[in-house]
C-alpha cells in the first residue's frame, strides 16, 4: 500500500493542498451561499442552497487546478445545464423521465460547445427538468438561488484559493526550456513521485495513467530518433 504522500490524485494529510485545507474551504463557501440564499424575497418557495453547489464546491476547493473546477466551468456548466433542464421540462412535461434524460443530454451538448463542461451541471440539468414538470414550473424557482449560490461560491473560491497558496483561476506550471542537446532515455517511477510532491498539486488523473501517458511519448521519441538515424 503507498504512502498517503505518494498515492496521485489523493488529497494529502498536509501540504498547501492538503484534506483540511479543502474541506474548510467547501465548509466556508458552501454555509456562505446558504447564508445569502435567505436574502431572497419571502412569500415565495425559493430553495435558500440549491444541492449540485455542494458538488461543486469539491472540485473548486478539493480540485482547484481541474479545467472542471475553474469560474467560467462553475458559473457557465451550472447555470447553461440549469437553462437545458428547465426548457426540455417545459417541452416534455407530460413525460418527465424522458424530460430528465434529454435534459441531460442537452446539458453536456451545451457545455462542451461553450467550454464549461463541469460535472454538477448534470445535476443542475436534472434539477431544472424537475422543476418545470413540477406544480410550481416558474425559471426564477431554481434561477435565482442557483445564480447566487454559484456567485457566492466563485467568490469565496477565488478569495480563498488564492489566499491558501493556489492561483485561482488555475495558471499551469510552466515547462521548463527545451535541452539544447537532445536526450532520448527514461525515467524511474520516483522521479514522477518527486515531482508531484515539489509540484504539492492535486490532478484529476490517474498517477498510473500519467506515467502511461509518459511511457508512450518516450516511446515516440525513440521510434523518432531512431526513423532519423536511419
Not at 500519467?210 to 518516450?218: G, I, Q, T
Request: aromatic share 6%; net charge neutral.
Amino acid at each position: 500500500m503507498p504512502s498517503g504522500s505518494k498515492m496521485f490524485g489523493q488529497l494529502r494529510p498536509g501540504g498547501r493542498l492538503g484534506w483540511a485545507r479543502g474541506a474548510t474551504g467547501a465548509l466556508i463557501g458552501v454555509a456562505l451561499a446558504g447564508l445569502l440564499g435567505h436574502v431572497l424575497p419571502a412569500g415565495h418557495h425559493w430553495p435558500w442552497i440549491v444541492a449540485p453547489v455542494g458538488a461543486s464546491a469539491v472540485l473548486v476547493f478539493a480540485v482547484p487546478a481541474s479545467p472542471l473546477a475553474q469560474p467560467w466551468s462553475v458559473l457557465g456548466g451550472s447555470m447553461i445545464s440549469a437553462l437545458a433542464g428547465l426548457l426540455v421540462g417545459h417541452m416534455l412535461a407530460d413525460v418527465p423521465t424522458l424530460a430528465v434524460g434529454v435534459a441531460m443530454g442537452l446539458a453536456i451538448a451545451a457545455m462542451t460547445y461553450a467550454r464549461c463542461l463541469h460535472p454538477p451541471g448534470g445535476a443542475c440539468a436534472v434539477l431544472g427538468a424537475l422543476t418545470a414538470t413540477s406544480a410550481d414550473g416558474s425559471w426564477a424557482v431554481l434561477l435565482l438561488p442557483l445564480g447566487l449560490n454559484v456567485a457566492v461560491l466563485i467568490a469565496v473560491g477565488w478569495l480563498y484559493n488564492n489566499l491558501t497558496g493556489h492561483a485561482w483561476p488555475h495558471r499551469p506550471v510552466q515547462a521548463p526550456p527545451t535541452p539544447q542537446i537532445p536526450w532520448v532515455g527514461t525515467y524511474q517511477r520516483a522521479d514522477l513521485d518527486a515531482v508531484l510532491d515539489e509540484w504539492d498539486e492535486v490532478l484529476d488523473v490517474n498517477r498510473d495513467d500519467l506515467d502511461a501517458l509518459f511511457r508512450a511519448v518516450e516511446r515516440r521519441v525513440a521510434r523518432r530518433w531512431e526513423d532519423d538515424r536511419k
